[in-house]
Every structure is written in C-alpha cells, then in structure tokens.
C-alpha cells in the first residue's frame, strides 16, 4: 500500500486559479476516488468523487460548478482543477483512494485563498 501523493496546492488571490494532482499507484484498481478538504477547525468534508469504472462524478455543492475532477488512469493520477476560488475555500485538500478491500489517504496539500 503507497501512500497517495498531492500536490498542486500554494497560495492564490480570490478569483484565481488552481490545479491539484494525486499520484497514486494502481487507481485502476480502486473504486473511486475523491479530494475532500479541512479548514482550520471544521471538519474534513467532501469535495468531489470520481469512479474508475464509468468515472461518474460527484461534486458536493459549494463547488457550484468551479471545479472540475478528472483522473488518467494511464499516469495513475487524479486531478482537481479550481477556479473562481475563495477565501472559504482555503484548507488542507487531500486525496482518497477507495480500493476495494481498504482506502488510502494522502497527507494533503495546503490551499490558501487571499481575498
């Protein structure tokens, strides 16, 4: 079991953009994948999610249609693209890999939106 790895994340303005990967190995074999966040004192919640069969999407409803989620199982990597981001969407994003029999976290990647 490797652990995923984000990256991607930095510090933009409001209204800017950002782009964040996650390396993983074998998401071939999993079952879906996802990027959820956690600001400083809330809770870890979900962002996006994304099968691997189908790769059917779901977005939670903040996102209101900024970012997008997209995975190339061929580089064995998952993507997040962000734009229009906000202040209230800064936190730590991490990436999830759901296998089948376990799930794998990253350590995250720190987004920061200056307004």
């Known amino acids: 079991q490797v652990q995923p790895v984000e990256s991607g994340g930095g510090l933009v303005q409001a209204g800017g953009s950002l782009r964040l990967s996650c390396a993983a190995s074998?998401?071939?074999?999993?079952?879906?994948m996802g990027w959820y966040r956690q600001a400083p004192g809330k809770q870890r919640e979900l962002v996006a999610r994304i099968t691997t069969r189908g790769g059917n999407t779901y977005y939670a409803d903040f996102v209101n249609g900024r970012f997008t989620i997209s995975r190339d199982n061929a580089k064995n990597t998952m993507y997040l693209q962000m734009n229009s981001l906000k202040p209230e969407d800064t936190g730590v994003y991490y990436c999830k890999v759901v296998m089948p029999a376990y799930d794998l976290w990253g350590q995250g990647t720190q987004v920061t939106v200056a307004s």
């Open positions: 074998r998401i071939g074999s999993s079952n879906a």
